[in-house]
């Protein structure tokens, strides 16, 4: 039973907490690991995503730093590639401290939260945070709706891996157990179908012979401005019918390939 008080809560007060993947990407320490496991644990969470860790990442110390967070980590989900971790996902938000030429809208740790409350329950959320020595490639930032980064002293700005997951796992907690449980209103477009889509018109523009160098910058442009507009399925559908106009088809994935040859 959970204890009474404003400072208890029941993880079934928000059932959608599975909904929020937090994906550590390219992790070199696995003590960093358990120590983001206990972190997501004792804020309700329990879905932990790694891409391309360390290998082994389950070592006897980040056991020791799970500290009763053990069934985190047994349940981890492991991923060579972060297009593959965030697939399925409809709102994909990056950490950073590190100002970026090229990126999304950027919000604080508490803007988040409140965001969070703006949104359906039905909505694939990932929470992206990069090695600890480096952090998020800008390829990685091109891929989110929103940049996060947390208000710091300018002496000393940098947060460990541990102490940024603990953060953004409280924020969103707080913005889940304050947002009405029901499915939203618009079906977001998932990761897989922007990464098709941004395929597809990188196809149409190189049928058209624009240069290397213009067509990455206009598609990194082009990322920053559609991730701030909030695409939605039938948006990108919409960009699939200008790209074929230029170029051709909609590359297919596997798994459609396979359904057709079947």
């Not at 409350?117 to 990069?130: R, V």
Request: include cysteine; glycine fraction near 6%.
């Amino acid at each position: 039973m959970t204890p009474p008080g404003r400072f208890w809560f029941d993880r079934e007060d928000a059932p959608n907490r599975d909904n929020i993947r937090f994906v550590l990407i390219g992790t070199t320490e696995p003590g960093n690991i358990g120590a983001a496991a206990r972190a997501l644990k004792s804020m309700g969470f329990y879905r932990l995503v790694l891409v391309d860790p360390i290998e082994p990442w389950q070592t006897d110390h980040a056991i020791a730093m799970s500290h009763g967070a053990e069934e985190v980590l047994a349940r981890a989900e492991v991923y060579n590639t972060l297009t593959d971790a965030i697939a399925e996902c409809t709102w994909v938000v990056g950490t950073t401290r590190r100002d970026r030429r090229d990126k999304a809208r950027v919000i604080t740790p508490r803007e988040w939260s409140e965001q969070l409350t703006e949104l359906g329950s039905d909505e694939e959320i990932a929470i992206l945070f990069g090695p600890e020595k480096t952090g998020l490639t800008n390829e990685d930032i091109l891929r989110c709706r929103r940049v996060i980064t947390a208000p710091s002293p300018v002496e000393y700005p940098s947060l460990n891996l541990a102490q940024s997951v603990m953060l953004l796992s409280y924020e969103s907690s707080l913005g889940l157990r304050l947002s009405p449980s029901k499915p939203g209103g618009i079906v977001l477009a998932t990761s897989d179908e922007l990464e098709r889509m941004y395929e597809h018109l990188d196809g149409a523009l190189r049928a058209n012979s624009l240069e290397d160098k213009k067509r990455r910058r206009l598609l990194r442009h082009l990322r920053v401005i559609l991730h701030r507009a909030g695409m939605r399925r039938d948006d990108v559908m919409s960009f699939h019918t200008l790209a074929r106009r230029i170029h051709g088809p909609v590359p297919r994935t596997a798994k459609e390939e396979s359904r057709e040859e079947s």
